[in-house]
């Protein structure tokens, strides 16, 4: 087992050194045999370099007896690498009979680079093949220790061959110091040395003609081709063909009177504005006042140079000697002058009027009298007062308020007459117009209620009772409708309780409006949360309720009938149409430009139409003139909530929640040439602002110009003139 | 139908041209189109609409008329350009050869253009020229204060040195000189020539260095053209004066630094041969020697006889009658038919007897010195043009025309603070006292004033009055010379205050006190609501005021209330019924004399605060 081991390991250590043998560099006059014996040779080497030796030494002798030979004598020895025999020189001396350099480098590898012996141990061979070994190479402070103690390290340079530093010579120095000095590099080289003069010089010249041959003509005749050429040149002068050099113009412009010939009949163009003229603040010594304080002058300093409306800070010296010079007097100039040539100009008109001449000149608000002016009555709710109608006569007023009270009170003197308390929030309340009976309805989360105020002369009462509760019913309608009619039976009958109620389908929502016709027959509501349109218009003598429109595009603000036609209008979010219902047709649409209209009211005559919106613009429509507003209003800072058109007086009148009500003259004339005359009279202010709301709702008295306004702050105001 | 209309064939499309399409129409680089529109003075115009004007791009660009464009297609000095362009690829192509003398040759006929028809299509009218020359001059009295370097050669400096001169000589000449303002920037002139006013800053003597943001190639092309029409004003104002331009320079003088004195002035009626046998000239007629004045006795009795004109008159109307000798006076002649119509004209003669505000002689009785240390060549201009003689000492430049002892002088300009002189002999203290010694500034506000001031508050050391531009400002703008409105109020109260303030320990009337209380309370009340009303009723009763007085000064208060309150509130009122459009005039009206009142108020506010201190001051040191 071991022997085999062995074999195995033999013959890898063979194949091994087959393999480094292989890579060394291998001599071109070596062949396979030196492989051969290098192997073999392992051991042998040293013994037979030993003999080698011995044998130069006893061969050198004969050499040294021929005295014909210049050369050294050669020896023949056997080469101990190849084993055959090779002449063997004797070494040369070096002295000056030697060709070479004296100091021979022991390194033969040649100019090559050096980094192929990065990873040998020598650094290349000898001129006898020898192998040069890498000097020892400290570390680097061995090698700074060593610049310190030799004396001459700092002139020995590093070879490459020999991979060490060598002190360089006198010579190699001196060479170094002439290259730096910028001198010839060779020490002998005499640049200015004496000339010799060879062929040249006195007793040289050469005297005698190298060709007998007489002079040519053309030596000393005048050539006629060069007079021909120079006499064509002459005539091209003459006949001035050729000019010569133009005389310069001289580079100093010349002027003279340029305006005394007439010029063109084109229209000169226009000036540039000049600069404005300095003012007194520019002064070397301005009155004190024009200096900036600190903070005008930080305030200066902040401002972009382009904002600044003066270029400069005021500044005052007591005397002209002191002022120094401005040091943006070039920038300014050049400012200047890009104004000149890059600004656009324009022309334009200054209108030099006086502002006060554009507000419109309108009658003094004095001359309309009568219209409110002050706050004769409060009448105060508990909770937010939404709603208030007028008694047709003008005497009564019932207001309404988020708790489900509905309070009567008399107009003059704000006494409380009657209180009734619902559940439920109370949306409208509207007064019936009919002067032969008297009641009125108050809008109660989804139902209708009518009340008959108390204190009625007996007839009134009469006639009221039997219209709302008439002993002989109407017949139902064919087609059942989802509004329900219920009259309480006559024994319950009190002043509380309401005498008919109309219950609206559920969940339609708070009825938030209620409006008569002028004949008092008809009733519409609107309701505010349906998904439906939420419009029903109610016939009291038939006792029947019916929906105008299936659909309508657009939620339903307000609704209104016209006051003479056969008309309604029909507020949606952001239009107002205008339905003929006899023939049931759309007969306008109005586009007021609102976001979403919140009020609106037609004028006594129908032929105007003013629409308020939450984005706090009052629009006036013409009718007859255009689907466009006459005229827009925007002087409520906060949304408008409800207007009013005096029904007799030429006033009308919006509230918004800015808590603030505007009272204005509109004044419409029957002449159609004519625009009618809005003049803004009065602006009431008197009621507080609550949870972001003012004046919900404004309402005329009907016999006075009076007005009744409620607002969020639960009171009820009375505005006399 | 009509025709369909393409876009950008018609309109703000075609008659407008961005800058980038101008150069490439013109085959020109920017710097060439630059200094073309420099030189012929157009300019960018914006487009009423942007949008329309570069084919719905909203790019910031700048628009030129199309019309100009093509109008500078066809200046020759584009073309001159063009050849100038061509001639610097040629000579650097030589240069760059090392063939020197074909550069040299090159160089010597290197094209150059002339700017004379640019003038005279850009000013038709030497008035329209004289109208536009506030830059140029200050762009020459810029430039002739400068150091010269390598952009700005010296010969260009010189010229407009020379340039700044001859206007200088020519409003001394002419005394058309007007008002003059010291300013921290600069002196500003402003002269009257021909009708037209001409005002021109002038840097202060210091050294101005062009900053590095500052495109000297701009300045530069301005300034070509800006001499150019000097040159050719100048030359008419000068031949209209009958002077020679350019006058001749004297070449000791100016290198003895006399500035504006190193030029002399020449009349161009040099030819003194000629005009001796011109006014001389004698006509014999009938044997008898006819002067100017017998022809003008003649064509007078002519006029009376209106006989007819003879053979003999017909020859004497062509001589020349001296119009110095006798000047006719125009007479209105009244036509018959209509003897309102013709107005009396105004004659030169009706003109001249007008009074003269203006006095250009103003310093003609006065013989100035001009200490060393103010500026020579400022006041040199000031006191000539107003008719002054002006000396100066060596150190500020030669050819003053007196020395400093001479005794004609009348007042000395002066600007050091005073040093007393123990040694002073007595020749010199009386030289002193017949002298006036005033401080610059005292020239100035005199040229404004078109009088002469009290020297007292301009004397040698004294805290000068502020200098005041005598150019105005805009109407209603803060005057620091008027007195403050609302002063004397303020005074008032200002005693009461003090009055008050010393009488704090006395013993104080209790019931007055009460009294202005009560008072005060109405004034309140003054409003239309009865609760008010009634709540201040009580307060002056609870503080005993008497019922009727009461109501007398509820009265008073109530008017002037409502006198002030009714007006505004109306107004407020009817600016609901304003449009739009108006309502935004309106307020930039009302913005724009806000900032004014503001500006005003403020300076008045500073003023009267600036005042009190001084008071306040003098009244501590008046009780020290």
Known sequence: MEMLSDEEGSEGEESDGQEVDEFPEIDAESDEESDFEEREDDENEEDEEDKEDEEEESESEPDDEDPLHVFPKAKTVVSDITGQLKRVFPKIEPDYDSDSSTEDAPNRVGNIPMHWYDDMPHVGYDMDGKRVLRPAKGDELDRFLETVEDPSAWTSAFDKNTQSDKPLTTEELDLIRRLYAGENPDAEYDPYEPMTEWFTGKGKEEVMPLSAAPEPKRRWVPSKWEKKKVMKIVRAIRQGRIVPSKPKASTQPQFYAIWSESSSSHAPPLPAPKPALPTNAESYNPPEEYLLTDEERKKWEETDPEDRDRDFVPQKYSSLRLVPGYDRFIKERFNRQLDLYMAPRVQRVKLNIDPESLIPKLPSPSSLKPFPTYKSLKFVHPSLARCIAASPDGAWIVSGDENGIVSLWELSVGKEIKRWKFDGKVGALEWCPRTDVSFFVVGLEETLHFIIPPYLPPAVYHLTQTLLAPSTLPPPPENPSPVRWTTSPSNTWTDDAPLLSIHLPASSGLASQIVWHRRGDYMATVSSGGNQSGVWIHQLSRRHSQAPFKKVRGKVQMVLFHPAKPNFFVATQQYVRMYNLSEQKLLKTLTPGIKWISSMDVHLSGDHLIVGGYDRKLCWFDLELSDKPYKVLRYHSRAIRSLHFHPIYPLFASSSDDGSIQIFHARVYSDLMTDPLIVPLKILRGHEIAQGLGVLQVKWCSKHPWLVSSGADGAVNVWCN | ?624
């Open chain 2, 1 to 624: 139908m009509g025709r369909l209309r393409q876009k950008g064939k018609a309109g703000a499309a075609k008659a407008y041209i961005t800058r980038s399409q101008a150069t490439k129409k013109l085959q020109c680089s920017l710097a060439d189109f630059r200094r073309l529109c420099i030189l012929k003075g157009i300019f960018p115009r914006e487009p009423n609409n942007r949008k329309k004007a570069n084919k719905g791009s909203s790019a910031p660009t700048s628009f030129y008329y199309a019309k100009d464009i093509a109008y500078l297609a066809h200046e020759p000095v584009l073309k001159k350009l063009r050849e100038h362009k061509a001639f610097a690829k040629k000579l650097s192509r030589a240069l760059g050869r090392g063939e020197w003398s074909s550069a040299k040759s090159l160089e010597e006929n290197k094209p150059a253009y002339k700017l004379d028809h640019i003038i005279k299509e850009r000013y038709p009218t030497f008035i329209d020229a004289l109208r536009d020359i506030d830059d140029a001059l200050c762009m020459i009295f810029l430039f002739a204060s400068l150091p010269s370097n390598p952009r700005v050669p010296t010969s260009l400096i010189e010229n407009c040195s020379r340039l700044a001169a001859e206007w200088q000589l020519y409003i001394m000449r002419s005394s058309s000189l007007r008002k003059a303002f010291l300013s921290i920037k600069g002196v500003y002139y402003q002269a009257e020539v021909m009708d037209q006013v001409i005002t021109w800053l002038v840097p202060y003597q210091f050294t101005q260095n062009i900053p590095s943001d500052v495109d000297v190639r701009v300045m530069l092309t301005f300034l070509e053209l800006y001499q150019t029409l000097l040159g050719f004003v100048f030359f008419k104002l000068y031949t209209d004066a009958g002077l020679v331009y350019p006058p001749p320079l004297d070449l000791k003088k100016d290198e003895g630094a006399a500035g504006v004195g190193a030029f002399v002035l020449q009349d161009a009626t040099v030819p003194t041969n000629h005009a001796p046998t011109k006014s001389k000239k004698v006509v014999e007629v009938e044997g008898r020697q006819v002067s100017g004045k017998d022809v003008y006795q003649t064509i007078k009795s002519l006029a009376n006889t209106s006989s007819e004109t003879n053979g003999v008159s017909q020859d004497t109307m062509t001589l020349e009658t001296n119009p110095t000798e006798v000047e006719e006076d125009f007479v209105l002649q009244t036509s018959k038919s209509d003897p309102q119509s013709a107005a009396p004209l105004a004659t030169l003669k009706s003109l001249e007897s007008l009074p003269q505000t203006l006095n250009t002689s103003l310093f003609a009785p006065y013989t100035f010195f001009l200490s060393r240390e103010s500026s020579r060549p400022i006041f040199e201009f000031l006191v000539r043009s107003f008719g002054g003689r002006i000396g100066w000492s060596p150190t500020s430049g030669g050819g003053s025309p007196f020395d400093e002892s001479d005794p004609s002088i009348t007042h000395v300009i002066i600007d050091r603070p005073t040093v007393e002189n123990p040694n002073e002999t007595s020749e010199e203290r009386e030289k002193r006292s017949r002298r006036k010694y005033v401080q610059p500034q005292w020239v100035v506000d005199c040229i404004n004033a078109g009088k002469i001031l009290l020297e007292d508050h301009y004397t040698q050391g004294k805290t000068l009055p502020p200098h005041l531009s005598p150019f105005g400002e805009y109407e209603g703008a803060y005057d620091p010379i008027a007195p403050v409105s609302g002063e004397q109020d303020d005074m008032s109260v200002d005693e009461d205050e003090e009055s008050e303030s010393q009488d704090e320990d006395a013993t104080m009337d209790e019931s007055e006190s009460a009294d202005a209380a009560a008072l005060k309370a109405v004034a309140v009340a003054a409003t239309d609501e009865s609760a008010d009303l009634r709540a201040a009723e009580l307060a002056a009763e609870a503080a005993g005021v008497d019922p009727a007085l009461f109501e007398k000064e509820l009265k008073k208060s109530r008017k002037k209330v409502k006198s002030d309150t009714v007006g505004s509130t109306e107004q407020d009122m009817n600016k609901m019924m304003m449009s739009n459009r108006q309502r935004k005039l309106y307020e930039k009206m009302k913005y724009s004399q806000n900032k004014r009142a503001m500006e005003r108020s403020n300076l008045e506010a500073k003023r009267t605060n600036i005042e009190k201190q001084a008071r306040k001051k003098a009244k501590a040191a008046h009780q020290d």
